[in-house]
């Protein structure tokens, strides 16, 4: 062969040209040479082309969930021409005001796998809380490893958030007598933090119903005041800072029967005193017998002989479930002014007689010295709100938010306003606005918070639409669906859950905020007056609360479904333009809100399960946190989308098509709509009158060639706002 040719073997009939990047400059050559970057692999035949390692991937993108981390990336732009591409993850934490970084070592878990990862998209689990990584992700092909060049990657850097403790696993039994079983138990494998104390929840076998709660900072307790010879079943769970862990397994545990012999000499004493503290609690429950009914003690004003007494009878007194509806428990329970140390219970503010014993309770003052206002950054109900910063002495600076109360207010005004940090401050959740403090002893009064970057939800998903991935989507409603179940737990009911007001990071963690009691309502422009009195954001609320005020988490469940629909069709208004009295007329008569567009089916489920009209029925927070975890774990799992078809027919019952009054011709629709350039091409494919306008589906739009989403949206919404109007009787037919 002449040089540029090649003949792999004596046998072949003709002289080959070499493959592209290859090349021979002499003659009889039996293969090509590649040129320089360019290589071959022992394993490819010789009349392949010379391939190269692949460019960067690109467009990476992370969304942060506590303490695991989730990345997506589109392909490298060059695979170097070949088809074997996959991607490496290399991962560095770093201290981050050391600047120090290292590689994150054997406990980081990567899911599917770190290596030869063919799909673009990885998750890292068990990171530390609180930390800054960076990750790596490098693409590689078969001529990776001959390749001296430098490594192809796109770097991520994230920080983690705080995450609740891993559940406790190991329990022990200690001394078990007839009457009493001491635990003892291991510190959870991943505390995540500084574990502040523990719960032990315990009750007797197949009586959930009545169970005790008891705190302890030790990990041993003795719980007493059993019955002999029963079974007793104990969970455990941790606290830190960033809340509580889930719950441990059930552990069983029996005591002796009466007449065994206690398995310990020193029990003897513990018996007396048992018996004495047996007497002087039966006298106490007398008392409140005598006195009123038992929960009365923890309701009523601070009767701290309730407290000290037995504490673990208030709280028997505020959780046993037996008799009542556990909400109006609660309200008994929370409204109490007693203060068990550690006890994790919201108290309304307006129970104390003075609002600002409240406020200084739960809010530390700042000096205003101390904080430098930047710029004003939005409106609230009181005053303006500003970004600035804070530096507290011995502190790092922090960037906040400050919210001020305007001059000549009143002092309800001034109590209503600070009623939300009185509230704020009692909260501390890695998805609930934190509060930072407060000033109060010079003018203007402020409110500092944590400052979030992307400011409310609703705003920032309108400006953005369409840009965030399903996984970026889910991991936004992860996130206040675990803020909620923290206010849920705490036994707080927000009332005004809606994408307004949740403000939303530079990481896109989302936080609940705006936290008030009646003033929460008067504050939004959403809430109207019922035909009851009182102010409700209609479209976000259960028909219970709006119809007779049950407002419950169950109702706050209501809401989250809202807000899931929100979040997913990037901030449209729920129900549209439909006024508030057909929203609760549609509600009532079953409708509910469609599918938004390319919706996950499992999303989309779960909206509909939070509308269940039974409160009962609707999961809980805790059940919806799990449900997303789940997803996002498996994200496969979100690529069935609601079927186009049939997305309308939810909010609406079988009925004929569209009326023709509103509009009186394909052309008039949409140039209302602002869509009149796609007049000819309705009119071109048959789509000549309203009736059949009323058929089209979004799979139609794509096939006439709609292809812009934000144009395909338009005209599904206008068709079904047409279609809701004419359920509502406003369009004749
Ligand atoms: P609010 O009175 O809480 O509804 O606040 C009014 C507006 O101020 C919100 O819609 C946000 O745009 C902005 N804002 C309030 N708090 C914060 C914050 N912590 N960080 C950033 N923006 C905030």
């Not at 900072?217 to 007493?224: L, M």
């Not at 029996?254 to 007396?272: C, G, K, L, M, R």
Request: aromatic share 8%.
């Amino acid at each position: 062969c002449r040089p540029g040719f090649f003949k792999a073997s004596p046998h072949s009939q003709s002289c080959s040209k070499c493959p592209p990047h290859s090349y021979t400059n002499e003659e009889a050559s039996t293969s090509c040479v590649c040129e320089k970057d360019y290589f071959r692999r022992e394993s490819d035949p010789p009349t392949m082309a010379c391939t190269r390692p692949p460019s960067a991937p690109r467009n990476a993108i992370s969304n942060v969930n506590e303490t695991s981390v989730f990345l997506e990336w589109i392909p490298p732009a060059d695979t170097g021409g070949r088809k074997d591409v996959s991607y490496y993850i290399a991962c560095k934490k770093c201290i981050s005001h050391a600047g120090v970084c290292e590689e994150c070592g054997g406990q980081v878990r990567y899911l599917p796998r770190q290596i030869g990862l063919k799909n673009t998209s990885v998750m890292m689990v068990d990171l530390l809380a609180h930390t800054n990584y960076t990750f790596e992700i490098e693409a590689v092909n078969g001529v990776s490893s001959l390749s001296p060049g430098i490594r192809q990657y796109v770097s991520v850097n994230v920080t983690t958030n705080q995450a609740a403790p891993s559940p406790v696993t190991i329990v022990k039994k200690g001394k078990i007598a007839k009457n009493s079983i001491s635990l003892s138990w291991q510190e959870p494998d991943r505390p995540n933090g500084i574990i502040l104390e523990y719960e032990i929840k315990y009750f007797e076998k197949d009586q959930e119903t009545s169970y005790t709660i008891i705190k302890s900072k030790e990990t041993t307790i003795t719980a007493e005041g059993l019955k002999p010879a029963s079974v007793y079943v104990f969970q455990i769970r941790a606290r830190t800072a960033a809340g509580y862990g889930v719950f441990s397994r059930r552990f069983e545990f029996e005591t002796t029967p009466v007449f065994a012999a206690s398995s310990d000499e020193s029990q003897i004493p513990i018996i007396a005193v048992s018996v004495t503290v047996g007497v002087i609690l039966l006298a106490v429950v007398i008392g409140f017998l005598l006195s009123g009914s038992c929960c009365e003690c923890g309701c009523g004003r601070a009767s701290s002989l309730c407290a000290v007494a037995h504490p673990s009878l208030i709280w028997r007194c505020g959780y046993s479930k037996a008799k009542q509806d556990p909400e109006e428990e609660k309200m008994h329970f929370h409204n109490g002014h007693i203060k068990l140390p550690g006890v994790r219970t919201y108290i309304d503010p307006h129970t104390y007689e003075d609002p600002n014993q409240a406020v200084h309770e739960f809010a530390k003052e700042i000096e205003a010295s101390c904080i430098t206002i930047e710029r004003v950054i939005g409106a609230g109900e009181f005053g303006e709100v500003c970004s600035g910063r804070l530096k507290l002495p011995g502190k790092r600076e922090l960037p906040v938010a400050i919210k001020t109360l305007k001059v000549g207010y009143t002092e309800k005004q001034r109590r209503d306003f600070l009623g939300e940090a009185s509230i704020m401050g009692q909260f501390d959740h890695p998805n609930i606005i934190h509060l930072e403090g407060v000033v109060t002893k010079s003018k203007p009064v402020m409110i500092v918070t944590e400052y979030m970057e992307n400011g409310s939800l609703d705003t920032f998903l309108k400006k953005n639409d369409g840009q965030f991935t399903v996984i970026q989507l889910v991991g936004m409603l992860r996130g206040i669906a675990a803020g909620m179940k923290y206010l849920s737990d705490m036994g707080y009911v927000h009332r005004d859950l809606a994408a307004r007001n949740i403000l939303i990071n530079s990481n896109l963690v989302c936080k609940v905020s705006d936290f008030g009691l009646s003033r929460v309502l008067e504050d939004d422009p959403e809430a109207a007056y019922t035909t009851r009195g009182g102010k409700i954001p209609i479209r976000w609320t259960a028909p219970e609360a709006i119809a007779f005020r049950k407002f419950t988490s169950a109702s706050d469940v209501w809401s989250y479904g809202i807000v899931m629909w929100e979040v997913v069709s990037y901030g449209e208004r729920p129900y549209w333009e439909m006024t508030n009295q057909d929203v609760i007329k549609a509600v009532e008569e079953g409708y509910r809100l469609p599918s938004p567009m390319d919706c996950p089916a499992a999303l989309y489920q779960l909206m509909l399960d939070c509308w269940q009209k039974d409160r009962n029925s609707r999961p809980k927070f805790e059940e919806i946190v799990n449900m997303l975890d789940k997803l996002i774990r498996n994200p496969s799992s979100l690529k069935t989308l609601v079927n186009a078809s049939s997305r309308v027919s939810n909010l609406l019952s079988d009925h004929g098509p569209l009326g023709s009054g509103a509009y009186r011709s394909v052309g008039e629709w949409l140039e209302a709509i602002k869509m009149g350039r796609y007049t000819e091409l309705f009119m071109e494919n048959g789509y000549s009158s309203m009736d059949a306008v009323a058929q089209v589906t979004l799979e139609d739009l794509r096939r006439l060639g709609v292809t812009l989403v934000g144009h395909q949206k338009k005209i599904m919404n206008s068709l079904q706002e047409m279609k809701v109007q004419l359920i509502n009787g406003m369009v004749p037919l």
